[in-house]
């Protein structure tokens, strides 16, 4: 018999991980592990702000976001029943009044907020090349591509008319006036792969994103009638993404990273000519809202923790990771709240942001309505990086203010969203205007290395949204939100 335990736990052992094999050849009596042991050492300042009872509220509040479908379904509505919800569609009309009914039903009080929105209607895109190096008679070759936001128009029947395909901004001034006037400008700025799939997404979207952002400006000024970026992504689908643009005049669009090459490659060989259809709408401005619910806080209720994403999404797609899985997260965090019967000190504000998009209308007036009061808030949070597995938090303040948020992250330590990463930015878009006022600042930080295969694309729609990793991402909004709710003290600023 013992011959027979002793041959069944060495087989154990050969299968066992090793922290396991240490355990067990260290058998001694085993301590009940201490709570939060995830947390290496509370300081006397991190047990002030969160005492024991706080803590458990804490777990009281991840355990139950972990179990609750409702973010997921507020993501499926906003996605599936509503649709692209661009400023001033009607899509982003129905969301602002679903989700501020959303809302009523959790308790909260709920206000709108009026806000100016750009109306910009995508038309017909299309390109060919029909002139280029070795070309096969009777042939053209197919370009596919979509509009940016904010791109005019060409004619109906589009324009012809020759490219000048560069990789920077230097090449093509270096080109000068002569050379880039009455021509379609083309970049091929190349979104690093490996940056992003080695978990630094965001660098190699701010790198790119230039050429995408200005770069039709650029080439207005030196006379160009039309200009093309490479798709800021990275993935080989050949889908186009689209995105913000400078409005410069002139139509813009972005081709997709296949496309790119191909352009890219006749280029080299000699003169290439493109026909370009572009034909979107610039409508007059529209009024929509900023949805704001607030959970009243029972001690200080003037001091606000911001709980947001934002409602609005470009048109290809249906806007399921960018960001309806933000909007949900946030509103998640009020709906466990109410579940639980907790009462936070501070105010709950859960806030569905219009027009992130397209010019950050809503944030704007936002800062203009609200910045007497910023010197008031405790917090503001915001997740705009997609609905994938969360891994901590990035944050905009002080070192101290970082320090004292351990024992929270402690309590999403079970799934992995422990890490508190300074940013160098405002962790948000919609919330910079509050973290550049000194109002400490978090961003969800979610695994980003799939989340620029779909943005701004057709293909961000509800299937890329992860049930299990939503649930992670609205417990890491809740438990943050509450704790920040709820401390004892406000952040140091
Ligand atoms: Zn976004």
């Known amino acids: 018999m013992i011959k027979a335990l002793l041959a069944h736990s060495v087989a154990l052992l050969v299968v066992m991980p090793t922290s396991i094999v240490a355990f067990a050849q260290n058998q001694k009596p085993n301590p009940a592990p201490p709570p939060f042991a995830a947390v290496p050492q509370v300081s006397a ?106 791109s005019t128009a060409t004619p109906a029947e589009g324009v012809v008319a020759d490219v000048v395909a560069v990789n920077n901004f230097e090449e093509l001034k270096a080109l000068g006036k002569e050379k880039v006037a009455g021509k379609i400008v083309f970049y091929n700025e190349i979104f690093d792969k490996q940056k992003s799939a080695g978990g630094m997404a965001f660098i190699a979207y701010g790198e790119a994103v230039r050429y995408r952002a ?60 493109m026909h370009l259809t572009l034909t979107p709408q610039k409508l007059p401005d529209a009024t929509s809202y900023n949805v704001i619910g607030d959970l009243k806080g029972s001690e200080h209720p003037e001091q606000v923790v911001v709980v947001s994403g934002h409602l609005d999404s470009w048109d290809l797609g249906t806007g399921a990771i960018d960001d309806a899985a933000g909007v949900a997260v946030a509103m998640e965090a009020a709906e466990v709240a109410q579940k639980l019967h907790l009462h936070p000190k501070r105010t709950l504000r859960v806030i569905a942001w219009m027009d992130e998009e397209s010019g950050g209308a809503g944030s704007q007036t ?66 910079s205007a509050m973290s550049v006022a000194g109002v400490p600042a978090l961003g969800i930080l979610q695994d980003g290395r799939t989340y620029f295969h779909y943005h701004h694309t057709a293909a961000d729609t509800l299937d890329k949204v992860i049930p299990s990793e939503l649930r992670e991402n609205g417990a890491a909004m809740a438990v943050m939100g509450y704790a920040l709710a709820s401390m004892k003290d406000p952040l140091p600023r």
Not at 241 to 253: D, N
Not at 384 to 398: E, N, Q, V
């Open 366 to 431: 936002y800062s203009k309505d609200y910045a007497n009061d910023f010197p008031h808030y405790a917090a503001a949070i915001e997740s705009d990086a997609g609905a994938a597995h969360p891994l901590g938090f990035d944050t905009k303040m002080s070192k101290d203010a970082v320090e004292l948020l351990r024992p929270v992250v402690g309590v999403l330590q079970s799934f992995g969203a422990s890490a508190l990463q300074p940013s160098e930015y405002p962790p948000g878009a919609d919330i």
């Open 45 to 150: 300042a991190q047990q002030k702000q969160f005492p024991a009872e706080l803590l458990h509220e804490l777990a009281q509040v991840r355990d139950a976001a972990l179990a609750d479908d409702y973010a997921y379904r507020q993501v499926a509505h906003l996605s599936e029943n509503i649709g692209p919800r661009p400023s001033g569609s009607a899509g982003a009309k129905a969301a602002v009044d679903y989700v501020a009914d959303e809302l009523r039903k959790l308790g909260l009080d709920v206000h709108l907020e009026e806000v100016k929105v750009p109306h910009w209607v995508r038309g017909a895109e299309s390109a060919q090349l029909v002139e280029y190096p070795g070309q096969a008679p009777d042939t053209t070759q197919k370009i596919v591509l979509c509009a940016l936001g904010g």
């Open 214 to 273: 200005a770069g039709a400006k650029v080439a207005a000024d030196l006379g160009a009638i039309a200009a093309l970026v490479r798709s800021v992504g990275d993935a080989d689908f050949r889908l186009p993404h689209t995105g913000f643009s400078v409005p410069a005049g002139i139509p813009t669009g972005a081709v997709t990273a296949e496309d790119a090459d191909l352009i890219a490659h006749l280029a080299a060989q000699g003169k290439v000519r």
